[in-house]
C-alpha cells in the first residue's frame, strides 16, 4: 500500500484503503511526526504552485545595480512608492526597495519581533516571509515570497459584504496574532493587506518599520476602517454594520470572539462563498 495524501493507505492495484487510528498513531509516535512532515511537504508544494496564477501579467521592468555592477532586474505587475520605499508586485515575490539599508533594517527588526503559538503552524503564512536580501548601490532590496493567488486587496474593491466578511476575519486573526506578540502594526490597510480570494486566506505586508509595544486599540480601529472601504454599499446584515461601527473591545481576542457572533448570527455560520473573477 502507498501513503496517500488524506493521511491513509491506499492500494495501486485493488484500491483498496486502510486508515490508522488514533491508537495506532500513540502507539508509533516516530510514524506520525513523518506523516506529518509528508503531508505538510504535500500542502506546500500545492500552496507554491504558480502554474494556475492567472491573473499575473508582467507590466514592466526595473533594472538595479548591485556594488558589484551586476544588473537586478525586477519584471513587476505592479509598482507603487509605500511610505518612502518602493514596492513591486512581482509573480513569485513581493519587493520593497529602500534607499537606505538602515531602513530595510529596520523594517527586518519589526518583522522579527513577531511570535508564535507552538500549536499553529499555519500562522506564519499570514505574514511577509524573507525570501533573500540584496544589496544595491541605490540601497537594499527585501525580497519576500508573494504566494500563489495573493494580491494586494485594493485590487478587489469593491467587494460584497459576504467577500467582505472573510476578509475582515482575516484582519481580525492577524490583531489576535500581533497581540500574541505584544504588537501594533499600525498600517493596515488595503494597500498593506495581500488576500487569496480562492482560499480566504490573507497575509499582512504594510511597513514594519513602526511596529511598536501594543499600547491601544488601533489595528482594530483599522480593520473596521478597511471594511467600511472595501464594501459596496448595498446593505449587509445589521449586526455587519453595527461591528464597523462599535469601539473595538480591550483585546484582540475578546474582539475577534465578538465578529464571530456576526459571522454566526448576521451571516448565517461560516460558509464558503466562491469569488467570481
Request: aromatic share 14%; proline share 4%.
Amino acid at each position: 500500500m502507498k501513503l496517500s495524501e488524506a493521511g491513509g493507505f491506499v492500494c495501486p492495484y485493488c484500491n483498496s484503503r486502510f486508515f490508522m487510528t488514533d491508537k495506532d498513531f500513540k502507539n508509533n509516535q516516530q510514524f506520525r511526526k513523518k506523516l506529518l512532515a509528508y503531508q505538510k511537504a504535500q500542502n506546500d508544494e500545492k500552496t507554491m504552485s504558480y502554474a494556475t496564477d492567472t491573473l499575473w501579467e508582467k507590466s514592466g521592468r526595473d533594472t538595479y545595480i548591485t556594488p558589484q555592477g551586476q544588473k537586478v532586474n525586477i519584471d513587476f505587475m505592479d509598482k507603487f512608492l509605500y511610505n518612502g520605499c518602493i514596492c513591486y508586485v512581482a509573480k513569485e515575490t513581493v519587493i520593497y526597495v529602500f534607499e537606505k539599508c538602515t531602513e530595510a533594517d529596520k523594517f527586518m527588526v519589526g518583522l522579527h519581533k513577531l511570535t508564535f503559538p507552538e500549536a499553529d503552524s499555519k500562522l506564519y503564512r499570514s505574514f511577509p516571509e524573507l525570501k533573500t536580501v540584496i544589496d544595491l548601490s541605490e540601497g537594499k532590496a527585501l525580497v519576500f515570497i508573494r504566494r500563489p493567488h495573493f494580491y494586494p486587496l485594493q485590487c478587489f474593491i469593491p467587494l460584497e459584504v459576504s467577500h467582505a466578511a472573510w476578509v475582515v476575519s482575516r484582519m481580525e486573526n492577524i490583531c489576535c496574532a500581533l497581540e500574541f506578540s505584544d504588537l501594533q502594526h499600525g498600517d493596515i490597510t488595503p494597500q498593506s493587506l495581500f488576500i487569496n480570494v480562492k482560499t480566504h486566506e490573507g497575509t499582512l505586508f504594510g511597513d514594519w518599520r513602526e511596529v511598536h509595544k501594543k499600547t491601544g486599540r488601533e489595528d482594530l480601529l483599522s480593520v473596521r476602517q478597511v471594511a467600511k472601504t472595501i464594501s459596496t454599499e448595498d446593505g449587509g446584515p445589521v449586526l455587519y454594520k453595527e461591528f464597523l461601527n462599535s469601539k473595538p473591545k480591550d483585546t484582540a481576542f475578546d474582539d475577534f470572539s465578538y465578529w464571530d457572533t456576526v459571522i454566526e448570527k448576521g451571516f448565517g455560520g461560516h460558509n464558503f462563498k466562491k469569488f467570481q473573477e
